[in-house]
């Protein structure tokens, strides 16, 4: 068989099987589960044979006419080169482990049938991005995850919080694709066709008229999927939907789809160097900004989704200094530790009974009750916080090193102040990242207080994908050479300067964190703690609040830190769905280093640094109101109208039908006096013309 074939049935097989579960989920329940693993894992395996053929070799494209069109035409088209294939297999592995780890996660859930199904289509539609080779049919794949996006955040729909976050993630990642769009055309009606291949020729050769136009409306669109400022703030409210959705999103589809798509078209964005420098700026507020906001999440999901944020943003500076190499090397390492983070967090929601990190760290020997997850989480922060050997480390170093290039005049694919721009926020976001990824190590493990309850070892399907998933996590940076012909041939290894640079703020991140939790913790040891009244969550009582008690400041943090974990513990439906019952946590102050390394910043980076607030302000509001206008004079003005119309026949027919009364006599009275009037009238105008 061909490896054109082979690539046809990648995306091919995940989306029988979703059709497939859609038809038959509720009539044969036996078969649920064999339609959402057995497609996935063969449009895996099918996935790493297609790469081992392509071998980082010439690109591979073949085309067929999807249809005529009149003028550009539309193909049914792929384009295989080594950053697609590996791509392809990361989305066929983690969309494999997700299945997988799903069946033992969602097991009572009754809801299970329809999320399977949309899982394999949602991996099928990333695919289908992946390996083409015709911006139209990658559009389709990329709506197509907007949409299942929709109804897999949404699948708690019987929640507020979920069914506003999964309109929150259709209408904010829609508000970029309209540019998108625009975009697409524009740039197919420069090059004559949607075809990558002959688009990157016209870049190529110069045929683009309005480079810097295009590559920004393309921008728009990736800054909404990929969750990049200022279209990012979709992403952590989509913490609303089930754990292993969190994972598959933020690992290997959708998010990683805008940056795949520069990435595949970079030579467009480079045609621009304003676009570039945009880019970088985007890509620098991005990463500071969103690291910020997870060091003050108490929401253990809100804080991966933030660093996935990121995460992202170092791609997409990696981007900005025109390495495609560097950007895509570390979205393959995120994807892969993130996946576990992800999936690691959801076994720890499973144990503890609550999301919040404050409730964990009242919690004594998490870690002994779950150790699968425990040792692999630790494994996946240590990628993350890019400690060497791990993958994150050489993953980050090799963006790093892509941005000193730039920035010291050794490359002239980008401007160098876009690489200062993507050095400076780097290099910082490393500090900052390390941090909040000790925080929530030490929150979520090291903490003091009543036992965690011990329900016994995990299932199989949860720990054993966590395994899984940690071997790529340690080794996969250390395959940076040996892969290197799938990336161009472009060396991703660190330098002295970065790495020094990069685990140097790392290491500061790690122990200044660690400095400030035990400060926190010895304080924290002093107060003493009451027994909560809520199952699996922090109460709100903290001692020596009540009727004029006095409430020292740090007393009162401690019961609005409270009140927040029992709130986000209540808010969230998995933990009800597949927890058992849990014993109340003991309330009172959490050792959280995070205050203390945030100060007063705090308060603005817990709430995101009020974007949605200005959002509404600047957008929501003004469209309400517009609305409200509008529904006004439809209501009050153009109905008028149409009343009116219809009321004037209406008054004419009361007026006739006043003279119909049924009286025959009446009836012949009118005719005779009509008579007499129209025989009077013929003879005055008789006499009138004859006088004439």
């Known amino acids: 068989m061909s490896t054109t074939t082979l690539a046809v049935l990648v995306p091919l097989l995940p989306f029988l099987g979703a059709v497939a579960g859609l038809l038959f989920g509720r009539t044969a329940p036996g078969f649920v589960r064999p339609l959402a693993i057995l497609p996935t894992l063969g449009a895996a395996a099918l996935a790493v044979t297609v790469a081992v053929r392509q071998g980082g070799g010439p690109a591979i494209s073949t085309a067929t006419e999807l249809t005529p069109t009149g003028s550009v035409p539309i193909d049914l088209s792929l384009y295989l080169d080594g950053f697609a294939v590996l791509v392809a297999v990361l989305v066929g592995l983690v969309a494999t482990c997700v299945q997988l780890y799903s069946t033992a996660y969602l097991r009572e859930d009754p809801r299970y049938p329809s999320y399977a199904a949309l899982v394999s289509l949602f991996t099928s539609a990333m695919l289908l991005v992946v390996y083409s080779g015709d911006l139209m049919v990658l559009l389709v794949g990329w709506e197509v995850m907007g949409i299942c996006s929709y109804f897999l955040v949404g699948h708690y729909w019987e929640t507020e919080a979920a069914r506003s976050a999964s309109l929150k993630a259709f209408l904010v990642t829609k508000l970029g694709d309209v540019p998108f769009l625009i975009g697409l055309f524009a740039l197919a009606a420069d090059a004559g066709s949607f075809r990558i291949t002959k688009i990157l020729s016209t870049v190529a050769a110069g045929g683009l008229d309005h480079p810097t136009l295009i590559a920004l409306l393309l921008l728009a669109g990736v800054a909404g999927k990929s969750a990049q400022f200022p279209l990012h703030t979709w992403l952590p409210d989509a913490m609303a939907g089930p754990t292993p959705v969190s994972a598959l999103i933020h690992a290997a589809t959708m998010v990683a789809a805008g940056v795949y798509f ?109 150790p699968d997850a425990f040792w692999t989480m ?15 480390f050489f993953s980050k170093e090799a963006v790093l090193v892509a941005a000193e290039q730039t920035a010291t005049g050794h490359s002239d694919l980008a401007p160098s102040s876009a690489g200062w721009l993507v050095l400076v926020a780097g290099v910082l976001t490393a500090l900052l990242t390390a941090a909040y990824a000790t925080r929530l190590w030490l929150m979520a493990f ?79 040891a002093t107060t003493p703690a009451t027994a909560g009244a ?39 439906p998995e933990v009800a769905e597949v927890t058992h019952d849990h014993p109340a946590v003991p309330a009172g102050p959490a050792p959280d280093p995070g205050r203390a390394l945030l100060g007063p910043l705090h308060r603005h980076a817990a709430d995101g640094f009020h974007l949605d607030a200005v959002y509404d302000r600047l957008f929501v509001r003004p469209v309400r109101a517009a609305a ?30 006043r003279a119909q009364t ?17 025989a009077i009238a013929t003879a005055v105008l008789a006499n009138v013309n004859a006088g004439s």
Not at 378 to 392: E, K, M, N, S, V
Not at 448 to 473: C, F, N, Q
Not at 479 to 500: E, H
Not at 631 to 652: I, K, Q, S
């Open 378 to 392: 630790t494994i996946a922060l240590l990628a993350l916080a890019a400690i060497p050997p791990f993958a994150g």
């Open 628 to 657: 409200s206008l509008v529904r006004f004079l439809d209501r009050e003005v153009v109905d008028t109208y149409v009343r009116g119309a219809g009321t004037g026949p209406r008054l004419l027919g009361s007026l006739v039908r």
């Open 262 to 370: 520069i990435a595949r078209l970079l030579p467009v964005f480079a045609a621009s160097r304003a676009a570039l420098v945009v880019m970088a700026v985007m890509a620098a507020v991005t990463m500071v900004g969103s690291a910020l906001a997870a060091l003050a999440q108490d929401d253990i999901k809100r804080v991966l989704a933030y660093s996935t944020i990121g995460q992202l943003g170092y791609m997409t500076g990696a981007l900005a200094v025109g390495d495609r190499g560097a950007a895509v090397f570390h979205l393959l390492s995120h994807g892969v530790f993130k996946a576990l983070l992800f999936l690691g967090a959801g076994v720890i929601i499973h144990a503890a009974g609550t999301n919040s990190l404050a409730a964990m760290s009242r919690m004594d020997g998490l870690a002994k009750r779950i």
């Open 446 to 524: 090291r903490g003091r207080g009543a036992a965690a309850p011990d329900h016994g070892k995990e299932p199989i399907a949860m720990t054993g994908v966590l395994w899984l998933l940690a071997i790529p996590s340690v080794g996969f940076g250390l395959a940076a050479d040996p892969i290197a012909d799938w990336f161009d041939g472009a060396q991703l290894t660190p330098t002295l300067v970065t790495s020094v640079l990069g685990t140097g703020a790392a290491v500061i991140g790690v122990m200044l964190t660690y400095a400030l939790w035990q400060r926190a913790a010895a304080r924290t």
């Open 534 to 572: 809520v199952p699996g969550a922090v109460t709100a009582a903290v001692p020596g609040i009540g009727a004029g008690a006095p409430q020292p400041a740090a007393v009162a943090a401690a019961a609005s830190a409270a009140t927040a974990a029992a709130e986000s513990a209540a808010e969230t």
């Open 662 to 678: 049924g009286n025959v006599q009446s009836y012949l009275s009118a005719l005779l006096a009509g008579a007499v009037v129209l």
